[in-house]
T-cell receptor, first 113, second 114 residues
Framework: AQSVTQLGSHVSVSEGALVLLRCNYS??????LFWYVQYPNQGLQLLLK??????LVKGINGFEAEFKKSETSFHLTKPSAHMSDAAEYFC???????????FGKGTTLSVSS | KAGVTQTPRYLIKTRGQQVTLSCSPI?????VSWYQQTPGQGLQFLFE???????NKGNFPGRFSGRQFSNSRSEMNVSTLELGDSALYLC?????????????FGQGTRLTVV
């Protein structure tokens, strides 16, 4: 079955520390992969997406993610966390044209000073 | 350029009632999708409309229905509300199929069923 798994429902880092949010997918066909961020009482904003071009994808706000087919992973990283990065992050995939986004359960990122 | 607009932002309904939520997509976008977000189940796909036709449907009971108008605005209806329908309902619009374009989300409608 097609699914997205985010390891760790809650990640805490200090300001300035590396951010690593993990995402693994299960798909019988090559997927398109996305990372979205959600701030409290807001909708989802696209951070970045992988569409089979470059395996290292750069997004907004200094985030990037690397697609690793052998590990079926698409982990999100940011070299230096900022207080404003505190939010919930969702990994998602689309497996075929005309189909919907399949989301992971989300990871809440907390950033402390 | 205006974003995706969902109305109302907050709703409180009584069990057994019905509710209609509205979504106005970004101008020019023909696809509108609806998602239910709950703490326990996360984000789950309800349905997608493209050019007034339901193109895709998630695994929800028939109490959940929707439609899309010629101007691409979409409505979602839930009949015979249950306590478990309490959730944030998110609408997303895109130009076309998600493998070719990006989905833009509205701020959602927070539905509370009491």
């Amino acid at each position: 079955a097609q699914s997205v798994t985010q390891l760790g429902s809650h990640v805490s880092v200090s300001e300035g520390a590396l951010v690593l949010l993990r995402c693994n997918y299960s798909s019988s066909v090559p997927p398109y992969l996305f990372w979205y961020v959600q701030y409290p009482n807001q909708g989802l904003q696209l951070l970045l997406k992988y569409t089979s071009a470059a395996t290292l994808v750069k997004g907004i706000n200094g985030f990037e993610a690397e697609f690793k087919k052998s590990e079926t992973s698409f982990h999100l990283t940011k070299p230096s966390a900022h207080m404003s990065d505190a939010a919930e992050y969702f990994c998602a995939m689309v497996i075929a044209a005309g189909t919907a986004l399949i989301f992971g359960k989300g990871t809440t990122l907390s950033v402390s000073s | 350029k205006a974003g995706v607009t969902q109305t109302p932002r907050y709703l409180i309904k009584t069990r057994g009632q019905q509710v209609t939520l509205s979504c106005s997509p970004i101008s020019g976008h023909r696809s509108v999708s609806w998602y239910q977000q709950t703490p326990g189940q996360g984000l789950q796909f309800l349905f997608e409309y493209f050019s007034e036709t339901q193109r895709n449907k998630g695994n929800f009971p028939g109490r959940f229905s929707g439609r899309q108008f010629s101007n691409s605005r979409s409505e979602m209806n839930v009949s015979t509300l249950e306590l478990g329908d309490s959730a944030l309902y998110l609408c997303a619009s895109s130009l076309e199929q998600l493998m070719n374009t990006e989905a833009f989300f509205g701020q959602g409608t927070r539905l509370t069923v009491v």
